[in-house]
């Protein structure tokens, strides 16, 4: 009966989706390998940008991976540093609590052709879909705005990505090859299952849905449950997350999960609570380092545009271009490592980031007290127009 569920809500969000239309198709590449390709859609195809980001209409971001294997870690990076790049410090942690939900549920390594829809239906909120499983779900509408701005912002993680995306026109070959990147059948079952099997195991614990606006601790319980309310937008197009305490936050997608063994009632609810105390103190534990890795990327972006000189052959001949870095850092904050994992049209500009991100380090030494910190560093070079008379 479960599995019928996720049929049906798959099938009711594709049939809201219905009056979409593709905003544009982009392939995302680091190091000249492409990652994977993405599609946007919006009830408002026509729109820019700015107004798309600051929108509450129908919108869905479709993800397909191109490469055969995506690490859990570095499909979490690119949203963590897209969003950091394009928000406020205020912003973020508005957000903190559903970024951490939602950079949990995608705890797994990811397969080529593997399906990821983002999407803010009409009902409200912000579904997570996997291969055709509704994973996840939650209450604020804007949180996709956030999330959508990691490819569209100012700032995005790839130029060439972001003007794709807004770009009306659909190469036919690249629409190809999406439509061509699709899980096995295999792929798709077992995604299921393992959701199935997972609140199926909740429902057995007996765990009692209470309903709410979001019920954290089971993603797929969100399926069923009836429409969150729908919150409205401050000015600003970011609303605040919902007001939920951190231990609501859902556990990651489990990997394994065997029957559960028969236990006296008291004993299973002993069981139950010790369980969600450690959760408690993983989410707690969880949403912290998440705020404080922005925080960080804010700073050292700032700290690296400081150092940022625009070379004078590259002014004379009125070069501009955005070149994308990987940089390494060591528990102290000195660089370890710099690559450039997508260049501008310029030499003279790719150059000039590399020594940039040479000249800011070192860097204060990051959160976590980890042997390595890797991020992402976008820096820009662009003209401005002369003023008018």
């Known amino acids: 009966m479960r599995a019928l569920v996720f049929t049906v809500a798959f099938l009711l969000s594709a049939g809201s989706a219905a009056v979409a239309e593709l905003r544009g198709l982009g392939r995302f590449e680091q190091l000249r390998e492409a990652q994977f390709i993405a599609a946007l859609y919006s009830e408002s195809p026509a729109a820019s940008a700015e107004q798309l980001l600051r929108g509450n209409e129908y919108q869905r971001m479709e993800i397909r991976i191109a490469k055969p294997r995506v690490s859990a870690k570095r499909f979490r990076q690119w949203w963590i540093d897209g969003a950091a790049i394009n928000n406020s410090t205020r912003v973020l942690e508005r957000h903190i609590e559903d970024f951490a939900y939602f950079t949990d549920l995608f705890d797994v390594q990811l397969l080529q052709g593997d399906q990821i829809i983002i999407e803010r239906p009409r009902a409200g909120g912000v579904d997570f879909w996997l291969n055709d499983t509704r994973i996840g779900h939650v209450a604020a509408p804007q949180f996709f705005n956030l999330l959508l701005s990691g490819w569209i912002g100012e700032v995005s993680l790839s130029p060439r990505f972001r003007t794709a995306l807004l770009n009306r026109s659909v190469d036919s070959g690249l629409r190809q090859q999406f439509d061509q990147l699709l899980p096995s059948a295999e792929r798709v079952a077992a995604v299921s299952a393992v959701f199935a099997e997972a609140a199926a195991g909740d429902v057995t614990a007996g765990e009692e849905n209470t309903g709410g606006e979001r019920e954290r601790n089971d993603p797929k319980a969100a399926v069923v449950q009836t429409a969150p309310v729908i919150e409205q937008p401050l000015p600003q197009a970011i609303t605040p997350a919902p007001a939920a305490a951190l231990a609501a936050i859902a556990a990651p997608l489990p990997l394994a999960r065997g029957p559960a063994a028969p236990e006296p009632e008291a004993e299973m ?11 408690r103190a993983e989410v707690a534990l969880s949403a912290q380092r998440l705020l404080q890795r922005q925080k960080y990327v804010n700073d050292a972006l700032i700290r690296t545009n400081k150092y940022s000189r625009y070379p004078r052959r590259a002014l004379a001949t009125r070069q501009q271009g955005q070149v ?23 030499s003279l500009l790719n150059k000039a980031a590399v020594r940039a991100v040479r000249r800011a380090s070192p860097f204060p030494p990051p959160p976590g007290g980890e042997e390595q910190f890797t991020m992402i560093v976008p820096i820009s070079f662009k003209l401005v127009a002369d003023l008018p008379n």
């Open 324 to 346: 994308l870095l990987n940089i390494t850092l060591d528990r102290d904050g000195h660089l370890a490592e710099v690559t450039v994992v997508q260049e501008s049209a310029h």
């Open 269 to 279: 609810e002993a069981d139950s609570d010790s369980k969600a105390a450690v959760r």
